[in-house]
């Protein structure tokens, strides 16, 4: 079945410093992959996503590029910030026509000043 | 536009009983999908509903159910609570059920069972 793989936190960062957490996939066909991001306390909110292979989805300085080659997913942003201290998932859609959505475990992002 | 809202945003219940989960989906979304998360499993899928109709369903017993109402809000029941039914259910709704689709989640309902 379907499976997505991110790397395991906490990332422990400074302020400033470039990001990247890492995200690979196992699905047949042609699945959308998204990334989201969940703040203490609050539910899931959708960073970006990305439809089609080599489609580079962008929110809020954060990127990924969808790569069908590497089966992979990467989140990147060159800058991070206190504020962007949360958890963060990787999902890929369901490909028989649902919207069904399978989930990394997620990966802690803390960011000190 | 008003996003996803969850009701109630924390319960807690004893083994055996059973409850009620409410979301209501952003305006003109049809498409519901409720999800468990715990810190053991993650994010796991529960139901899909869209045009009250379930169409997709996750691996989780019979004690778990649903349903979907004409003007899409949904709700899920847990009957005869167990311990490992602690955790926190997200709700996500979308305009449509296609895979492209974006799903836009709630707060959440934080269930403790005791």
């Known amino acids: 079945g379907d499976s997505v793989t991110q790397m395991e936190g906490p990332v422990t960062l400074s302020e400033e410093a470039f990001l990247t957490i890492n995200c690979t996939y196992t699905a047949t066909g042609y699945p959308s992959l998204f990334w989201y991001v969940q703040y203490p306390g609050e539910g899931l909110q959708l960073l970006l996503k990305?439809?089609?292979?080599?489609d580079k989805g962008s929110n809020k300085g954060f990127e990924a590029t969808y790569r069908k080659e590497t089966t992979s997913f990467h989140l990147e942003k060159g800058s991070v910030q206190v504020s962007d201290s949360a958890v963060y998932f990787c999902a890929l859609s369901d490909q028989r026509g649902y919207s069904t959505l399978t989930f990394g475990k997620g990966t802690m992002l803390l960011v000190s000043p | 536009k008003a996003g996803v809202t969850q009701t109630p945003r924390y319960l807690i219940k004893t083994r055996g009983q059973q409850v009620t989960l409410s979301c209501s989906p952003i305006?003109?979304?049809?498409?519901v999908s409720w999800y468990q998360q715990t810190p053991g499993q993650g994010l796991q899928f529960l139901f899909e509903y869209f045009s009250e109709t379930q169409r997709n369903k996750g691996n989780f017993p019979g004690r778990f159910s649903g349903r979907q109402f004409s003007n899409s809000r949904s709700e899920m029941n847990v009957s005869t609570l167990e311990l490992g039914d602690s955790a926190l259910y997200l709700c996500?709704?979308?305009?449509?059920?296609?895979?492209?689709?974006?799903?836009?989640f709630g707060p959440g309902t934080r269930l403790t069972v005791l």
């Open positions: 996500a709704s979308s305009f449509t059920p296609a895979p492209t689709d974006t799903q836009y």
């Open positions: 305006s003109g979304h049809r498409s």
């Open positions: 990305a439809t089609k292979a080599d």
